[in-house]
Every structure is written in structure tokens, then in C-alpha cells.
């Protein structure tokens, strides 16, 4: 499995396995099989219920802890410098571990800020090897940024072959900060998975559209987690390592770009109070 280099050291898997939309009670087994697969990056969130589920595949699979990579994420209603810290030690018997590989904060409203600081703080007590942010798009993640203390280290964003967030790029590497993909399969649409180019570029390396998506993403050194609940599909989306993008087939895939910020609509009003309302 290739790896990124994160600004404080850390290495990162580039491909994982995410379980947003994997019911609770079938999280144990998806990961189990992503990890039979040989997935070692694990992508949950507070939000999304299922990091018990996430630790007892972990715990289940005898693999040394130190060669799985778990991600996390802190949900809106848990910012607050006491709140933070205290559902960072939620998350920590949940997913039963004495560390994160890297915990985000899920999305950019309320006191970020005070939640950073309780995030700051269990890097520094070794509770956390990285952080960073998630969904902060270019404006709010500068200002973010710019006035923290620790830098984040990843953001993670939508991000595939339609929404190319080229526009943020710049910004993230002028503070050092990789960048994640969620949606990397445009959550199982046509017009990722169903794109002419990808299928015909796809054809010269006797690979899917999901594969080429998937490498593509790689390519541009962004980490990437499909998901998938079918174990066939998971072992598809991980089988991207034997095969290079040329240079003419980045350049066309860029040509794919529609929408580069994503689709989420975060200036209007009715999507916001659906986002801090959702889980509380
Ligand atoms: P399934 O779980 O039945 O495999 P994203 O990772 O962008 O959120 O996309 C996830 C969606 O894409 C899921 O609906 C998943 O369905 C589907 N999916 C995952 N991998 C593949 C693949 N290799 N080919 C087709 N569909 C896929």
C-alpha cells in the first residue's frame, strides 16, 4: 500500500476503506472483510455511529494495532473545549484504542476553535497522531489556518473525478495540509462510474471506471475511501497499485471537472439547519 507523508511525520495509508452510510450493526463485519482485503485505513466518525463497530473489527482482526490507521471525526454538537475533549475519550473507548490516527473536525460551523484547542491537546498528550479538518472550504479553512496553533494536517473534502476541488489546492499546500476524499466514487453515481472517458482509459489497464477514479485520486496524491458493503467491490477498489495514469490520461480526466467545490450547498440556509440539526 503506497503512503502519504503527513507535515508532522506520520505516515498515511492513500487508499482506506469509509464506512459513512454502513449501518451500526453491519460495521463490524464491512470492516472486517475491507481489513481480509487488505484495507488499513479505516475512515468513521462520531456521527456516524458505528465506531463501536469500527473497534470490534479492529480489535477481532489480531492485526498489531500500529498497522491500522483510524480515522475519526468530531460532530458540531461535541465542539467546546470541554465537550471535545470529553467525546474524544467517547470515541476512544468506542473504537478501543489509546489513540487516533487522525481525528478531524467534521465540518466547519460552530466554536472550532475551542474544539481545535481540546484537539491540540490530546495530540500533545499522545491521545491523537494527527489532526485536522474536514469539509472547510477555501476561505473558512484559511482563516482557520491561519490563526490555530497547530496547522492542520489533512482536510478532507468532496472530492472525485467531477469535483476536482482544484481550487483549494494551492491553499492547502501553502500550510502543508494533504487533502482527503470522501464521495471519491461520486457515492456510486453515473457520472463517475458510468463515465465514457474513464471506461475507455479504463480499458487500456483492463480496469473499472471505480479503479481509474480511484487511481486518479492517488495520482494527485489525495487519500481516498470508498466505500463499499460488497466484498468484490472492496477488493476492486483497493486493486489500483499495479497500474499508472499516464500523463495524457490526468490531463483528460481533468477535463471531467464540473462542479470543483463539491455539490453540498453551503450557503443555503435550509442545508445548514438540516447539518446542525442532523445528529443533534
Ligand atoms: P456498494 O456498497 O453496494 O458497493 P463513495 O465511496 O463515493 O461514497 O461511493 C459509494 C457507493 O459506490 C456505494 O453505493 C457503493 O455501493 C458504490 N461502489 C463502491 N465501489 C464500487 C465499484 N467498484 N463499482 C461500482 N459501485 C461501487
Same mark, same amino acid.
Given at each position: 500500500?503506497?503512503?502519504?507523508?503527513?507535515?508532522?511525520?506520520?505516515?498515511?495509508?492513500?487508499?482506506?476503506?469509509?464506512?459513512?452510510?454502513?449501518?451500526?450493526?453491519?460495521?463490524?463485519?464491512?470492516?472486517?472483510?475491507?481489513?481480509?482485503?487488505?484495507?488499513?485505513?479505516?475512515?468513521?466518525?462520531?456521527?456516524?455511529?458505528?465506531?463501536?463497530?469500527?473497534?470490534?473489527?479492529?480489535?477481532?482482526?489480531?492485526?498489531?494495532?500500529?498497522?491500522?490507521?483510524?480515522?475519526?471525526?468530531?460532530?458540531?454538537?461535541?465542539? /467546546? +473545549?470541554?465537550?471535545?475533549?470529553?467525546?474524544?475519550?467517547?470515541? %476512544? #473507548?468506542? &473504537?478501543?484504542?489509546?489513540? @487516533?490516527?487522525?481525528?478531524?473536525?467534521?465540518?466547519?460551523?460552530?466554536?472550532?476553535?475551542?474544539?481545535?484547542?481540546?484537539?491540540?491537546?490530546?495530540?500533545?498528550?499522545?491521545?491523537?497522531?494527527?489532526?485536522?479538518?474536514?469539509?472547510?472550504?477555501?476561505?473558512?479553512?484559511?482563516?482557520?489556518?491561519?490563526?490555530?496553533?497547530?496547522?492542520?494536517?489533512?482536510?478532507?473534502?468532496?472530492?472525485?473525478?467531477?469535483?476536482?476541488?482544484?481550487?483549494?489546492?494551492?491553499?492547502?499546500?501553502?500550510?502543508?495540509?494533504?487533502?482527503?476524499?470522501?464521495?471519491?466514487?461520486?457515492?456510486?453515481?453515473?457520472?463517475?462510474?458510468?463515465?465514457?472517458?474513464?471506461?475507455?482509459? /479504463? +480499458?487500456?489497464?483492463?480496469?473499472?471506471?471505480?479503479?481509474?477514479? %480511484? #487511481?486518479? &485520486?492517488?495520482?494527485?496524491? @489525495?487519500?481516498?475511501?470508498?466505500?463499499?458493503?460488497?466484498?468484490?467491490?472492496?477488493?476492486?477498489?483497493?486493486?489500483?497499485?499495479?497500474?499508472?495514469?499516464?500523463?495524457?490520461?490526468?490531463?483528460?480526466?481533468?477535463?471531467?471537472?464540473?462542479?470543483?467545490?463539491?455539490?453540498?450547498?453551503?450557503?443555503?440556509?435550509?442545508?445548514?439547519?438540516?447539518?446542525?440539526?442532523?445528529?443533534?
Amino acid at each position: 500500500m503506497e503512503k502519504l507523508l503527513l507535515s508532522n511525520g506520520v505516515e498515511m495509508p492513500l487508499l482506506g476503506y469509509g464506512v459513512f452510510l454502513v449501518e451500526p450493526h453491519e460495521c463490524c463485519e464491512c470492516v472486517t472483510n475491507a481489513l481480509n482485503a487488505g484495507y488499513r485505513l479505516i475512515d468513521t466518525a462520531q456521527a456516524y455511529g458505528n465506531e463501536q463497530g469500527v473497534g470490534d473489527a479492529v480489535r477481532k482482526s489480531g492485526i498489531p494495532r500500529q498497522d491500522i490507521f483510524i480515522t475519526t471525526k468530531v460532530w458540531i454538537s461535541n465542539y /467546546g +473545549e470541554q465537550k471535545t475533549a470529553q467525546s474524544i475519550d467517547e470515541s %476512544l #473507548r468506542r &473504537l478501543q484504542t489509546d489513540y @487516533i490516527d487522525l481525528l478531524l473536525l467534521h465540518q466547519a460551523y460552530n466554536d472550532v476553535f475551542a474544539a481545535w484547542r481540546a484537539m491540540e491537546k490530546a495530540y500533545r498528550a499522545g491521545k491523537v497522531r494527527a489532526i485536522g479538518v474536514s469539509n472547510f472550504q477555501l476561505g473558512r479553512f484559511f482563516d482557520f489556518a491561519h490563526y490555530v496553533d497547530i496547522k492542520p494536517m489533512v482536510n478532507q473534502l468532496q472530492c472525485n473525478t467531477t469535483m476536482q476541488q482544484r481550487g483549494i489546492e494551492s491553499m492547502l499546500g501553502e500550510f502543508d495540509c494533504r487533502m482527503m476524499a470522501w464521495a471519491p466514487l461520486g457515492q456510486g453515481g453515473d457520472d463517475v462510474l458510468a463515465n465514457p472517458l474513464l471506461k475507455k482509459i /479504463g +480499458e487500456k489497464y483492463d480496469k473499472t471506471p471505480a479503479q481509474v477514479a %480511484l #487511481r486518479w &485520486l492517488t495520482q494527485r496524491n @489525495i487519500v481516498a475511501i470508498p466505500k463499499s458493503s460488497n466484498v468484490e467491490r472492496m477488493k476492486q477498489n483497493i486493486n489500483i497499485f499495479d497500474f499508472s495514469l499516464s500523463d495524457d490520461d490526468m490531463l483528460q480526466i481533468a477535463t471531467l471537472n464540473q462542479m470543483d467545490v463539491g455539490n453540498r450547498q453551503y450557503s443555503d440556509p435550509a442545508f445548514l439547519k438540516y447539518l446542525v440539526g442532523r445528529f443533534g
